[in-house]
């Protein structure tokens, strides 16, 4: 305590640099988040829940009562993998005939980006391939970058797939099936067979990512991979599917509570590389997730949450319709949070397009940020869930004024 | 819905190959917490802190009231950085004359592993070198083992320890100076001094890890290394030194909150690092831990945390001069959780002394853990806050008969 250092007025020696893959990111998701705290913005781009939707006040209580009745399981540290009674209950709710799953094929996860990460942690090698869903999630290609995989497009649906061409020499294949952030698109039934025999058949590991599962607006809800993969093999499973589920879209994001349900030694592979990411989830968020299922709290707030999102997703259909219904060409989505609009004109390229409309005051995300070689510009992500029906009406005319503006700049 | 798959009785075709690193882990920390369920066993392993001391009552309160009160903080993703509310207090909190720090000098991890694996993420590409006070601790050689860094030992106080050439060409030194983990030792003032000049002189990034800052049981604390640099070049900071804080120890570890204080260009390549990795942290446990330090709960339960941690200390030291003096060499350590204690037999291999200790009832960390390389199994790490001072004599009796019973193995 007695030190007097002098201030130097020296050079500062030159600091190594960072590694490399951090010239290659970008910052999207930044600008995204950012634009969420300009009150007059109509922000289309992003994936944000209505928050009216939430039940604060029991989830309030939920959280004291966690804290105060099981203050091990919120406040100390917690089992790597999660805690018992959550995988227990995450196992019970997935478990369908056919399917077996005990807490050995759960991993609780912090929120779904984790899963992700902790995917690419233990699969990826330098230079391995990934078969991904095309268009592909942001935040996948945000969590593999660093690891400078190389990917292969599906294009499920398209003239010409074939999942077993696809999939074979992969370390995994990467994919959306409800409602596929970008695109919306639901894989279809006989899509969902094809890629799970494919899997079986390769050894590929199949991917399935589902933070929409409980999104559908129209329609019955189509079988899981996992539940189809199960099928072939009936008892416990021990599989090629690795599915990930959250809170984030059910319940609320800010808990950060997601989880991976897997074979046993994809689970152990798991859990050792989340030892070295974060040791343990926040054992509150754990406590709350048991509590808001054991009272069935995603249940009850369901259906009000399909039938405001089933209104959102028309009104902003209906106003493309309106206002671009010769510039975008766009399919209704039967569920999800986002519609995919590819332009007619070549010229328009959505990259420039983002900051016009940031400047007409609408935010939407370009299609390049889900291309892993950043080359498709022609298309934009536009989301439902945030906003009321005038808003987005008025997001979606702000948009035509952007989309007129840069087509006249040519 | 209308499928009907048909059980196929297959081999199983070949799966990927996990990531190499998985063959190299080591499963010494789920042993660890797996040995806490057993209620007989003394747990002299792990780094677990005493639940006695957690205000549960204001904590379940802090909790209702963050949800209720700020359901946008609690429940909505936020700013990937960590709420802005959050990172200002604790730039006020560790700023000092000369030491100036904003927002942009922070930024909120999921706990201390995070940030570990963040400045992994950021700074190692295969094979960069890594400077590292020697013992070093577990998980952040779990934290950075996926990328295969190489390790040049730092063996502070010891003869011919030269800073600077340790320093040189290493992406970042990494450091715990108030009470190592696992060796217990405080660096000392002037060591402090040099290591920071070596940091300027070099550019090379200097990682202060302190869990234990607050546990000091003998004499004031040091002045941080974080301090010392910015006494270099006084105003808002933009130095080597990468601090590291967080909540496990100074209040309970089960929230998983951290901070990492830094320049600016570090804070912002972690938190690109931190989107792809969990997109930000829980919001309950930011606005928990916001709530906790403007109650000053943090200052509140430390002076009965001193004390009950002191006496735990003198337990253990008691016991080990009681029963292991002509066996085990130690120091009794001035704060920290951990007494690190050297065989003096050579034939003594603390692996080996585990599973024995295990047999008796007692668990300890092995020397070998701390290790890079794996290869020192001369000594022990023993924990003492976990345990009141009659089951720490307890499980030194059980660690004197594991250790004459293994010697007598030859």
Chains 1, 2 share one sequence.
């Not at 999207?28 to 009216?52: H, I, K, R, Y």
């Not at 405001?308 to 569920?335: F, I, N, S, V």
Request: one cysteine or more; aromatic letters at 6%; charged letters at 20%.
């Amino acid at each position: 305590m007695t030190s007097q250092p002098q201030p130097v007025d020296t050079a500062p020696a030159r600091r190594p640099l960072f590694a490399d893959w951090l010239a290659h990111s970008n910052d999207v998701t930044s600008v995204f988040l950012a634009a969420g705290q300009n009150p007059d913005l109509v922000n289309l781009a992003g994936g944000l829940p209505e928050p009216a939707l939430w039940p604060v006040e029991e989830l309030a209580e939920l959280a004291a009562e966690a804290v105060r009745n099981h203050p091990t399981e919120t406040l100390a540290y917690g089992p790597i993998p999660g805690l018992p009674a959550l995988r227990d209950l995450i196992a019970q709710r997935f478990s369908a005939p056919g399917l077996e799953l005990s807490r050995d094929n759960v991993l609780i996860t912090t929120a779904g980006m984790q899963a992700l990460e902790l995917v690419g942690k233990v699969l990826l090698e330098p230079g391995a391939t990934i078969a991904a869903q095309s268009p592909a999630y942001l935040g996948a290609l945000d969590a593999w970058m660093p690891r400078a995989p190389r990917y292969r497009p599906m294009r499920i649906g398209a003239d010409g797939f074939d999942p077993h061409r696809a999939l074979a020499g992969a370390q995994f294949a990467y994919t959306v099936p409800n409602f596929s952030n970008p695109s919306g698109r639901l894989v279809t039934l006989a899509e969902r067979h094809a890629l799970v025999e494919a899997a079986h058949d390769t050894g590929t590991w199949l991917v399935e990512d589902d933070p929409y599962g409980v999104l559908y607006y129209d329609g019955n809800p189509l079988p899981r991979m996992l539940t189809l993969s199960a099928a072939r093999a009936p008892g416990r499973y021990d599989g090629p599917v690795v599915y990930m589920g959250s809170l984030s879209k059910e319940l609320t994001p800010g808990l950060r509570l997601g989880w991976v349900i897997a074979a046993p030694e994809m689970i152990a592979a798991l859990a050792t590389a989340k030892q070295g990411s974060d040791m343990c989830s926040s054992g509150l968020s754990q406590m709350l997730a048991l509590g808001a299922f054991r009272r069935r709290i995603p249940e009850r707030i369901l259906p009000q949450m399909l039938a405001t999102y089933r209104e959102r997703r028309d009104a902003l259909c209906d106003a493309l319709q309106t206002h671009l219904a010769g510039h975008l060409d766009w399919q209704r989505p039967a569920g999800g949070m986002f519609v995919w609009a590819r332009a007619r004109d070549p010229r328009l390229d959505s990259d420039r397009l983002l900051h016009r409309a940031l400047a007409q005051g609408v935010c939407i995300s370009p299609s390049s940020v889900f291309d892993p070689e950043g080359l498709d510009r022609g298309a934009m992500r536009l989301n439902f869930t945030l906003n009321p029906p005038d808003r987005l009406e008025e997001g979606v005319r702000r948009l035509a004024a952007a989309i007129h503006a840069t087509l006249e700049e040519g």
